[in-house]
């Protein structure tokens, strides 16, 4: 919060940086975002809704937030993102070593108890935390191997990827393991339509098509390989191998998001489409709260909401729960986002970044991701990053006799 308020006044002083595209764009969504929890907020209370006071005021002491540190990384450069990119590979990956120690046994880390049952979570309260936060340096890697000067930089950034692609992999989130698989097949295609667009005489086919297998096959790898050594030999089945528990647990999960999932749409459409505000509004499932209240010794460090009679449980899906929240507006926003950002870093060739937001919200499926700061770094760094590779391209093709100076992009 200090940052944020430091950043906005240096910004603000007088012969500050003019008003950017990426900042515009957010701005832009904000603005219609705030409208739609404004919105909400006061249909609930002329719907007269309860709602839990704990989780309304962490929605809106979360939210500026996100909005306030948004904002400000779109003033940033290309060159400064693209080195908070490697910053964040590299401590990342210093960070994720050191829980891997403590989960071994070889360190100590104050309270910190780094496994939920089975699930690594690190000195995260769950492993879904965990998983979000491995996706996000798997998918950095990526990038930062597709966009590296030379050998040993793109060496650097694929060890960075693999070693968080494991470590997602101990969380036994299956959105993770999903969203490995995906975004390798992701990331190839989209380099391939990128390539597709390119003048031939920029980037030989043999190049292009060894650039793909050093960064995409180790993405299908972490994701097929940890599978197909856990599967049972009587099942002989892929996909419960691919799960935690070995697909046990898998049909009773997915009734329970089922049985959400249906709340939220009730409950958003009872609003009108208009939302509910800030917070969560739906009830807890009673096979949850039983299974809570059977749990012998369960881990520490674990914040859920109580079970006293509000409506204080998420749909654990972001279009569910904005829908919620802010309605049909709500969700037309995020959307407009999404596709303007993922189209700026397409349209920037940048298969990393644009694979790494597709990815990213692929989590959003199974949480609520718009609240996590990791997920707005994508969104920026597409629209800045991309933004400013379409500008040099365009400068490029207007002026023919700069291309034979300039690295092309």
């Not at 505000?277 to 674990?302: D, Q």
């Amino acid at each position: 919060m200090v940052w944020s308020l430091m950043t906005a006044l240096r910004q603000i002083t007088p012969g500050g940086p003019p008003l950017t595209p990426a900042l515009s764009v957010l701005l832009r969504f904000w603005g219609v975002f705030a409208l739609a929890e404004t919105i909400g907020l006061v249909t609930g209370l002329m719907l007269d809704v309860r709602t839990d006071p704990q989780w309304l005021l962490h929605d809106i002491l979360a939210y500026p937030l996100v909005a306030a540190v948004s904002c400000l990384l779109a003033l940033e450069t290309t060159p400064r993102i693209q080195r908070v990119a490697w910053l964040l590979a590299v401590l990342g990956s210093v960070a994720l070593a050191v829980q891997l120690a403590a989960a071994a046994g070889l360190v100590r880390i104050g309270s910190m108890e780094p496994w939920y049952w089975d699930r690594l979570r690190g000195w995260s309260s769950n492993p879904n935390q965990l998983a979000l936060l491995c996706a996000a340096l798997t998918l950095s890697g990526v990038h930062l191997a597709d966009t590296a000067n030379g050998h040993p930089a793109r060496f650097a950034a694929l060890v960075c990827a693999v070693l968080a692609a494991g470590v997602g992999r101990m969380t036994g989130s299956d959105t993770f393991t999903l969203m490995l698989g995906a975004s390798g097949l992701t990331y190839m295609g989209l380099k391939l339509g990128i390539w597709l667009r390119m003048p031939t005489q920029t980037l030989r086919p043999r190049v292009a098509f060894a650039l793909i297998a050093v960064v995409g096959l180790p993405l299908l790898a972490s994701a097929t390989v940890p599978a197909f050594l856990s599967m049972s030999a009587k099942t002989g089945n892929l996909a419960m191998g691919l799960m935690k528990n070995g697909g046990k647990d898998a049909h009773e999960e997915a009734d329970l998001r089922f049985a959400l999932w249906q709340q939220a749409i009730e409950r958003g459409l009872k609003s009108g489409a208009l939302g509910l505000g800030p917070g969560p509004h739906l009830a807890i499932p009673s096979l949850l709260v039983n299974a809570r209240a059977s749990e012998v010794e369960p881990p520490g460090n674990i914040e859920h909401p109580q079970n006293n009679g509000a409506p204080n449980f998420e749909a654990h899906n972001t279009i569910l729960d904005l829908f919620v929240q802010g309605g049909l507006l709500a969700d037309i926003s995020f959307l407009w986002l999404l596709g303007s950002a993922f189209a700026s870093g397409y349209r920037g060739r940048l298969a990393g970044l644009a694979t790494m937001l597709g990815c990213l919200t692929f989590f959003g499926m199974t949480n609520l991701i718009i609240r996590q700061p990791l997920f707005w770094f994508a969104i920026v760094s597409c629209l800045v990053a991309g933004g400013a590779r379409v500008s040099a391209a365009t400068t490029l093709g207007a002026r023919p006799d700069l291309k034979r100076s300039t690295v092309m992009v």
